[in-house]
């Protein structure tokens, strides 16, 4: 017997997918401010660290920005086939 659908099976809205991806790339693109900033304050191996991060930084959030959440993981479950109900009455049919 097939089990019912159920609305957790559902994958993400679009709306919350996107949500999510600008709230990564915004956690990285600041963590990339951050570099900048320190570089004006760091020095030594600290100062490539900062360098590094800040030159990879844009690479890697768009990375994240674009991917998505995985599809494969929380597909849409089709549902089954429509049941016909019995007629409705007579009665019901004059209340409408």
């Given amino acids: 017997m097939k089990q019912p659908s159920s609305i957790t099976s559902l994958p993400q809205s679009p709306d919350q997918e996107r949500h999510s991806r600008m709230i990564k790339y915004t956690i990285a693109m600041s963590i ?3 570099c900048i ?4 304050f760091v020095q030594g191996w600290w100062l490539a660290v900062a360098a590094v991060g800040a030159i990879a930084l844009p690479y890697i959030a768009v990375v994240l920005a ?5 599809p494969g993981k929380r597909a849409a ?5 429509l049941a016909i109900g019995s007629k409705p009455d007579d009665e019901s049919r004059e209340n409408r």
Avoid at 37 to 40: A, C, H, T, W
Avoid at 77 to 81: D, F, L
Wanted: net charge positive; proline share 6%.
């Fill in 32 to 34: 990339r401010m951050v």
């Fill in 37 to 40: 900033v320190s570089l004006l």
């Fill in 66 to 70: 674009n991917v998505q959440s995985a």
């Fill in 77 to 81: 479950v089709r549902p089954g086939t």
